[in-house]
């Protein structure tokens, strides 16, 4: 038991870091709609790694973290462009385009860097078992500071996720509180990819916050509290299932909140009930 808290404490410590940015800005991307927008822009940002890689950075420096945060401001200000008053395109359908042309890029850009086929592995279920507990202080405390620049736009960003006509019209500018929004969104998932990798940075954003709303929570403090509770403990029993089973961490942490969402929705269905 001791081994696994020495070896573990680490990449657990960062991934609650993570379940508590990424559940506050779920709950945005689930009502606005946009729910591949954090897997678009965490690949934007793997394709700006990547190309740091290709000019002779290594992965985890800063020279690849500021080429991330580049790419993916890149991205933020595609996804606010693509906001529009014509319905018959969803804005999902341009964060789908903009996911899969960065992902062929990455692809292309890493053919052509020494064991590629490992960095693009790499990227995708990243290395949270050897993150360092100087990383989960700069990440943490990086992500205080992003949260204090969300608790100052919450007003606004909360007006435009929930009814963003009516943000409009009461002369809310969309397209400029909106490249906060996924700046803000970037800046976080650059950071989180590096460490955490692709699929498990989607999942943190996306999947605690979906279990809740399916509970019918509405109060906004109620629905963090819970997400952190679910967060921590898929995260608890993935880190445990990796540590005794020599499995993947962030892969297994993955897995087992796919299977917490899904004996949610089986217990519903189970008891004649769906989402509250």
Excluded at 75 to 82: D, E, F, R
Excluded at 134 to 140: C, E, F, S, Y
Excluded at 141 to 164: F, N
């Amino acid at each position: 038991m001791s081994g696994f808290f020495a070896m573990m404490a680490a990449p657990v410590a960062v991934a609650l870091v993570l379940v508590a940015m990424h559940g506050y800005l779920g709950g945005h991307v689930v009502r606005r709609g946009v729910i591949f927008v954090d897997i678009a822009l965490a690949q934007v940002s793997a394709f700006g790694v990547a190309v740091a890689m290709l000019f002779g950075a290594e992965h985890g420096t800063n020279t690849a973290w500021f080429s991330g945060l580049g790419a993916t401001f890149i991205g933020a200000l595609l996804i606010a462009a693509t906001r529009g008053r014509d319905r018959r395109i969803p804005q999902e359908a341009y964060i789908g385009i903009i996911y899969a042309v960065f992902s062929a890029a990455m692809i292309l850009v890493l053919t052509q860097v020494p064991h590629g086929g490992e960095e693009i592995n790499h990227l995708l279920v990243g290395s949270i078992l050897w993150v360092t507990w100087h990383q989960v202080i700069k990440t943490a405390v990086l992500y205080a500071v992003l949260g204090g620049v969300l608790v100052w736009a919450h007003g606004r960003l909360r007006a435009i996720s929930d009814d963003p006509q009516a943000a409009r019209a009461d002369g809310v500018r969309l397209k400029r509180w909106d490249f906060l929004f996924y700046a803000v969104l970037g800046t976080v998932v650059t950071s989180s990819v590096q460490i955490a990798g692709v699929l498990l940075v989607f999942t943190l954003l996306v999947v605690p916050t979906v279990m809740v709303y399916r509970r019918g929570i509405a109060d906004e403090l109620v629905h963090l509290a819970l997400v952190l509770v679910i967060g921590v403990l898929a995260v608890v029993i993935g880190a445990a299932a990796s540590y005794w089973l020599d499995l993947p961490t962030g892969a297994a942490i993955v897995c087992v909140f796919g299977l917490l969402l899904g004996l949610q929705v089986t217990w519903e269905a189970v008891r004649g009930g769906g989402p509250a």
